[in-house]
């Protein structure tokens, strides 16, 4: 539950410093970059929550047994960009967060990819790629119209010809939000080197297509972080525009990690855009 919960939640956003829970020990986090993935301490909690699922499958699939050339926009902590390595693809994996980045390059295998810390809009590479992926709802981190045309059209320069762009964002119809409560989401995991953590997720508010929460992290040595993020839910046919702007002249619609045709009430809008 919580680790699919976290996914749900994947796609973060800065919203100032970090608050403490009265009597625990004082952390206090400040900048632009959402404490979850900027913090190694947090973002080592990122995998142990995250296990492979449907979606892994899905990416998989989709980059086939014959080699190809891959960017994993928003690689995070680099579990999918080091099976795709392992597959014989040659991988590129980039994201703007140093704690993510910083268990991406100790992870096994990790030597096999080329590692960038750059968000999606600033990316700068030479390289052209097959396929550019961007798992994990990272797409709901774009907020605005304006983030959401500079992440697309600059993926869209870094593709090779026939090449594609695949990602999913959550169906706003579907509401997910509203079960990211303490009571629905409270976990105790236990991690490698950190000990036990407790873990629960909080909606602190809704305004237009755009969801605040809070993430609270509660560490075995009495540390307690709380990060403020935020994700936009955007409609289908805000997104279809935004590729068209950008661009992509085809897009195929998935409505979930099967495959299955893109509904009204699918949980996902999976796209594969060239
Ligand atoms: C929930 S994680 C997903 C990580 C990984 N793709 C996965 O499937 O597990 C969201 C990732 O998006 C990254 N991110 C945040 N802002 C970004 C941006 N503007 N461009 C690209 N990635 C961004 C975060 O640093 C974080 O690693």
């Known amino acids: 539950m919580i680790a699919q919960l976290w996914r749900l939640l994947s796609g973060l956003r800065p919203e100032g410093a970090c608050r403490l829970t009265s009597g625990a020990r004082m952390t206090t986090h400040s900048g632009m970059s959402d404490i979850s993935y900027s913090e190694h301490r947090l973002a080592s909690v990122y995998d142990t929550l995250n296990p492979a699922g449907e979606d892994t499958a899905f990416y998989l699939d989709v980059a086939g047994a014959e080699p190809r050339t891959i960017l994993d926009m928003g690689c995070g ?24 980045m910083a268990v991406a390059r100790g992870r096994p295998g990790g030597d096999k990819i080329t590692w960038i810390e750059s968000d999606a809009a600033g990316l700068d590479l030479a390289t052209r790629f097959d396929l550019i992926f961007m798992t994990g709802h990272v797409f709901q981190v774009f907020l605005t119209d304006e983030a959401i045309a500079a992440a697309l059209s600059n993926l869209r320069r870094h593709l090779a010809p026939n090449g594609r762009i695949v990602f999913e964002t959550r169906n706003p119809a579907v509401r997910d939000w509203e079960d990211w409560t303490p009571a629905e989401t409270a976990s105790t995991v236990e991690v490698l080197g950190l000990g036990r953590v407790d873990v629960h997720y909080d909606v602190t508010g809704v305004q237009d297509q755009i969801v605040h929460y809070e993430t609270h992290f509660g560490f075995e040595d009495g540390e307690k972080v709380i990060a403020p993020s935020r994700l936009r839910f955007v409609e289908r046919d805000q997104l279809a525009s935004a590729l068209a702007e950008a661009g992509f002249s085809t897009v195929e619609w998935y409505g979930d990690w099967d495959c299955s045709a893109a509904l009204p009430t699918s949980p996902e809008i999976i796209v594969v855009a060239g």
Not at 77 to 100: K, Q
Request: hydrophobic share 45%.
């Open 77 to 100: 902590t680099g579990a999918l960009a080091v099976e795709l390595a392992r597959r014989s693809h040659t991988v590129t994996g980039a994201d703007p967060a140093a704690g993510m």
